[in-house]
Every structure is written in C-alpha cells, then in structure tokens.
C-alpha cells in the first residue's frame, strides 16, 4: 500500500531536467560553426568532422590528467613538473644516519651501515622524531606545492595504472575468474 502511494506522489511531481552530456554541448556549438563554415556540406559529413575533433580534444584531455615521470603534458609543447610527496619517515631517517655513519666510519662496508641503521631505527628514539619532524615539514610543503598547482592549472594529475596492475584488481575483486582477464594476464607476463 505504501509503495502504491510513494509511485503515485512521485508521478505528481515535475520530473528534474535533464542536463545535456559534455559532447553533445560540444557537438551543438561545432555543427553551428562548421555549418557557418562549409554550408555545402550534408549533416553526416558534419557529424563525422564533428566527432573526429572530438576524439582529437578528448585524447588529449586524457593526457592532459595523469602524470608521468613527475610530469604531466599541458599541451603538445609545454610540459610541467608536478610536486611530487615527500619520502616515508623511515627513508628520511636512514639518509640522514647514512650521512652521519659515512662521515664518522668511513671503514664501514655497506652491510655493516645497513645493520646500524636497522638497529638504530629499533633503539633510538631522539633521532625518529628527528626524522618525523623532518617528514612533517616536508609534507607542509607539498600540500602548499599542491595548492599552488591546482590553483594555477586548475586539476591535479593522477598516476596512470598499468595494464598488469588493472588485471590484478580485477582478478582479486571478483569472485569468479574473467576469462578475458585471466587472457589478458597471460599476455602481461609473457612481454
């Protein structure tokens, strides 16, 4: 009875306007111009011209959100550096004490640096929250790093994922194994 009564107070009420899609206020704007432009020419030349700038604008939106190598492509020639975040606090510490350790033993090997570091990072305390405090002020200047760079181009770019790693959501996520997917990981490890 109360779902009889919701449908019918929802047929009663106006029903939202639908906003249109972002290529088909594309498509409106470019078939007025080319139109204007090529009058000759029939609707489906139009639409086909229409969609290949399209697929031109669209890819290079794609490229234009994800970064590579610490840089993400404005346009074909301007190509800017992203900040990149700071190092975990255990990496932080270990140059640090890598530092101290070669300039007061320069006789000790590799192994024997790397054993100290791993048992001064289990012992001593001072010098992790050296080291945390020095993470603190690092993260402090990416996020304004940040800040700045979304404030100025206005997105920030994201790390595009590998195919291998898509393939390995995707297996793990579902229960049942994606014959395409167990194809497409045979393909991964093989190149």
């Known amino acids: 009875m109360q779902k009889q009564r919701l449908?019918?107070?929802?047929?009663?009420?106006?029903?939202?306007?639908?906003?249109?899609?972002?290529?088909?206020?594309?498509?409106?704007?470019?078939?007025?111009?080319?139109?204007?432009?090529?009058?000759?020419?029939?609707?489906?030349?139009?639409?086909?011209?229409?969609?290949?700038?399209?697929?031109?604008?669209?890819?290079?939106?794609?490229?234009?959100?994800?970064q590579k190598n610490g840089f993400v492509n404005l346009s074909d020639t301007e190509r800017v550096p992203v900040p990149q975040p700071p190092p975990p606090i255990m990496i932080i510490f270990q140059k640090q004490l890598?530092?101290?350790?070669?300039?007061?033993?320069?006789?000790?090997?590799?192994?024997?640096?790397?054993?100290?570091?791993?048992?001064?990072?289990?012992?001593?305390?001072?010098?992790?929250?050296?080291?945390?405090?020095?993470?603190?002020?690092?993260?402090?200047?990416?996020e304004n790093q940040k800040k700045e760079f979304i404030i100025k181009y206005g997105f920030w770019p994201q790390h595009k994922k590998h195919l291998g790693e898509q393939v390995k959501q995707i297996h793990h996520n579902s229960l049942q194994i994606n014959p395409l997917a167990q194809l497409l990981n045979k393909k991964v490890k093989k190149e």
Request: glycine share 2%.
């Open 98 to 142: 890598r530092q101290d350790l070669e300039m007061t033993h320069p006789e000790y090997s590799g192994t024997q640096i790397d054993s100290t570091i791993k048992f001064e990072w289990g012992s001593n305390s001072a010098l992790k929250e050296k080291a945390a405090d020095e993470y603190k002020k690092l993260r402090q200047e990416y």
């Open 7 to 66: 449908k019918q107070l929802q047929l009663d009420q106006p029903k939202p306007i639908k906003q249109s899609s972002a290529y088909r206020k594309f498509y409106d704007e470019q078939f007025i111009l080319l139109q204007q432009q090529y009058p000759k020419r029939t609707t489906e030349e139009l639409t086909k011209l229409i969609s290949s700038k399209w697929k031109v604008k669209e890819k290079m939106n794609k490229q234009k959100y994800f």
